[in-house]
């Protein structure tokens, strides 16, 4: 068995650790959290602590291949309408992890009351769905108000469509029901076991999967290393199996690449590192600060410093490497190339004079203080600001306080924030700026309002066509460029590192489930 010298994991989990049994089955894989999670629930947050806790508990209808093909899930099979308006899905016999029957009002009471009225990711789906069906256990109809391009791609436990157990929820508060707080109850691979706060949490393998033979591991641990040195460290020393993406250092990459002893899975999505501006603050109301800003952050300095070069600077809202929804003809190089100069000059414009000591105003940015990224990224953003006479107060912070301040209270001027994209705008990209999404967890924090860009988005998720699509997203993104309540700085190209000896996690979505994941021989 694989030695566990963390004294933060303890001697029991020691035990229990890695060692792989025969024909690939059996033994434990640790996964890194970066931060306890703060709930189990999917469907309440978009935090990555939480995800990659609550996706192994809990299952969509369909999942996502990394190709972005889409899988059965709890639904073995369904049918769509010729006018994309009627989805029928078909339920597979399934059990939570109570004993409890999985049944199409579970379905309904998720998308109903839980998703539809907390997931930022899923506003969009829950925005189009009229009215749900159960005319049977096993089968569900959705019926939309018109058609949702990417509705099936919502459907799955990273875009916060888990389905939960009506039984367990029904005529609770769900934030401070004990399902999501501490005991979660799913019909997933893996059964929660144990949470030791500021540790792990420990989830053991679920006996009566729906999936004959599957899981093949015997349970999975996620353990706390708040500190992003200590990820790679933990990695390369063989005390953990697993580094999700959104949480290894890309510095560390050229560390794990090349050497046969890890594996490096790049996302397969892709994701944007922004900088929101709260324009309620007097100092960021007008568009022309923000522009200014723009022109005073040095893009191709930032990714050599902050990023390592891995990624490429930001030259749009969204991102490149979804081209079919990228706008041509909006490009950050040409509207606000680095010019500290021309940045100065707006500011004066904008009447934000330089008092005595060359200080305009004084913002905080607010960022997660485990990210080593961001670290270097804020401190690289507080010398370029300072150029034109913005004083950059930096405050790292826990993720427990940073998500609240940012995105509930809004008691913040600016932040470093990470974006997935979910594959398409609808799902991951149009929650940054949509009225729609504004005090959902990493919804729109802004407080900026386009009634034009709210209904370019609702074009771009409700035609079939996706050229139609694709020129929605487009148009809106040249009104998002001129206005900048967001600074898009950074697209990322991110990668996880996992042990070589653990297999199976190539062919899973970026909260992967371990569901297939196995130790090789």
Same mark, same amino acid.
């Given at each position: ?190 059964? &929660? ?6 540790? =792990?949490?420990? @989830?053991?393998? *679920? +006996?009566? /999967?729906?999936?004959?033979?599957? !899981? ?28 999700? &993406? ?6 560390? =990459?050229?560390? @794990?690449?090349? *050497? +046969?002893? /890890?594996?490096?899975?790049?996302? !397969? ?253």
């Amino acid at each position: 068995m694989r030695p566990m010298p963390m004294a933060a994991v303890g001697t029991a989990l020691a035990l229990c650790a890695g060692a792989a049994l025969a024909q690939g089955t059996g033994g434990t894989a640790i996964f890194v959290l970066g931060s306890d999670p703060s709930g189990l629930n999917r469907n309440l947050s978009t935090s990555t602590p939480d995800g990659l806790v609550a996706c192994k508990v809990y299952e969509g209808l369909v999942d996502v291949t990394p190709e972005g093909d889409i899988v059965p899930r709890l639904a073995e099979s369904w049918e769509i309408s010729e006018d994309g308006t009627t989805y029928t899905f078909h339920l597979r016999d399934a059990t939570f992890h109570d004993g409890t029957p999985f049944t199409s009002a579970d379905v309904k009471y998720t998308y109903e009351e839980i998703s539809g009225k907390f997931s930022s990711v899923f506003s969009g789906a829950a925005k189009a769905i009229e009215s749900i069906d159960t005319p049977s256990p096993h089968e569900v109809v959705l019926h939309l108000s018109k058609p949702y391009g990417p509705l099936l791609r919502t459907l799955n436990c990273t875009q916060g469509a888990a389905i939960l157990p009506k039984h367990l929820y029904e005529g609770t508060d769900p934030a401070t029901n004990p399902v999501t707080t501490s005991e979660p109850v799913g019909t997933g691979p893996f059964m &929660f076991d144990e949470w030791r706060r500021g540790q =792990y949490v420990k @989830l053991a393998k *679920n +006996p009566d /999967y729906w999936e004959e033979g599957l !899981p093949y591991l015997d349970a999975v641990i996620g353990q706390v290393l708040p500190q992003s040195s200590s990820r790679t460290q933990a990695l390369m020393a063989g005390e953990v199996d697993y580094v999700n &993406f959104t949480l290894l250092p890309s510095n560390d =990459y050229m560390m @794990l690449e090349g *050497n +046969p002893a /890890y594996t490096m899975i790049p996302s !397969p999505v892709p994701a944007i590192d922004v900088m929101l501006a709260n324009t309620r603050n007097p100092d960021l109301a007008d568009p022309k600060v923000r522009q200014a800003m723009m022109m005073a952050i040095d893009r191709s300095q930032l990714l050599a410093t902050a990023f390592n070069g891995i990624g490429a600077a930001a030259t749009m809202p969204f991102t490149n490497r979804m081209g079919w929804a990228a706008d041509a003809d909006t490009d950050f190089d040409a509207l606000y190339p680095y010019d500290p100069e021309k940045a100065n000059a707006l500011l004066d414009e904008a009447g934000r004079p330089r008092g005595a000591d060359g200080t305009r105003f004084a913002l905080s940015v607010k960022y997660f203080s485990t990210e080593s990224d961001s670290q270097l990224e804020a401190t690289a953003l507080k010398a370029m600001l300072q150029q034109v006479g913005i004083e950059l107060v930096l405050e790292p912070g826990e993720r427990v306080s940073v998500i609240p301040a940012v995105f509930t209270s809004f008691d913040y001027d600016l932040a470093l924030v990470a974006y997935n994209s979910g594959g398409d705008p609808a799902i991951g990209l149009t929650r940054i700026w949509s009225s729609a999404t504004e005090g959902r967890n990493f919804g729109n924090p802004t407080g900026y309002s386009s009634p034009e860009v709210d209904a370019l988005f609702e074009e771009g998720q409700t035609a079939t066509d996706r050229a139609v699509r694709g020129e929605a997203y487009a148009a809106a993104q040249r009104i998002l460029a001129r206005d900048l309540p967001v600074l898009t700085l950074h697209e990322r190209i991110a990668q996880s590192g996992v042990s070589s000896k653990l297999r199976g996690l190539e062919e899973e979505y970026y909260l992967p489930s371990f569901r297939s994941a196995h130790f090789a021989d």
